[in-house]
């Protein structure tokens, strides 16, 4: 199979300082930042750890649609670690952002398993996923479409929905995926999103799932979050 160069990693545009002292990056290819402008890290605990009650759970098992700049990843360890719990964390990305603006988005982090992932982070689109182990974290990334990809039934206790907004992003919001994200929950797991937009919420309720608004993080009044039953 070919595999483009390097420079044709997805390309990104500037670091961005958010006001939590945070950072995120603008996809010159999407014209979006990857995490909230008002506060990326805030964004990352508030609506996708603390929105699907990650931070709560004795041994979460996550899901995450794509993987961006590994703000929500980080996020979501920082918690783990603080609580003692393991953490098993799945995502899929299809547009690999070069390790530079992962280095510099998060720079200061020092957990093994971010230091681990930058070594390991591909300078291609990888034929297939990469899988990390590093005390308690246990991360797998597939480097593919998720819209072809055979999802895990019935697992996740949590699920972060965070493609880039429903407009320039659509395939990732529409009621058909979402109905398939929806299976990957296990009994009483949660989707977060940050988005709370009408067709969004018809479509998280026409999956099945129990659709409950929450107090958006900074810059936003809403988010989402869709919890499945027992
Ligand atoms: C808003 S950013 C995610 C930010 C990320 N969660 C973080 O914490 O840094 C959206 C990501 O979804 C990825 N994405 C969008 N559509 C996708 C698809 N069909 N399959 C896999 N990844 C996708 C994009 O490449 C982008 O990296």
Redesign the pocket.
């Known amino acids: 199979m070919d595999v483009p160069p390097d420079d044709l990693l997805?390309p990104t545009a500037g670091i961005i300082t958010t006001p939590d002292g945070s950072r995120?990056a603008l996809?010159a290819r999407?014209g979006?930042t990857?995490?909230s402008r008002h506060g990326?890290a805030t964004q990352?605990r508030q609506v996708?750890v603390e929105g699907s009650g990650t931070h709560e759970h004795p041994a979460p098992r996550v899901l995450?649609?794509?993987?961006?700049?590994?703000?929500?990843?980080r996020a979501t360890v920082a918690d783990t670690l603080r609580r003692e719990v393991p953490l098993r964390y799945v995502a899929?990305?299809?547009?690999?952002?070069r390790v530079d603006i992962l280095r510099d988005?998060a720079e200061g982090e020092a957990h093994p398993i971010w230091t681990l992932l930058l070594e390991r982070w591909p300078s291609t689109v990888p034929n297939g996923p990469i899988h990390l182990a590093a005390g308690n974290v246990d991360l797998t990334i597939h480097f593919?479409?998720?819209?072809n990809?055979e999802l895990p039934q019935g697992w996740a206790t949590a699920l972060?929905l965070?493609?880039?907004s429903p407009t320039r992003?659509p395939?990732?919001w529409t009621p058909g995926f979402v109905a398939r994200l929806a299976g990957t929950l296990a009994p009483r797991g949660a989707l977060a999103t940050y988005s709370a937009a009408g067709h969004v919420r018809r479509s998280l309720a026409a999956a099945g799932l129990t659709v409950e608004r929450r107090p958006g993080a900074p810059g936003k009044r809403e988010c989402l979050r869709a919890v499945r039953g027992a």
């Open positions: 997805t995120t996809s999407y979006e990857y995490s990326a990352a996708f995450e649609i794509g993987f961006g700049l590994g703000v929500n990843f899929w990305e299809f547009d690999p952002a988005v593919e479409d998720v819209l990809a972060y965070d493609g880039f992003n395939e990732v």
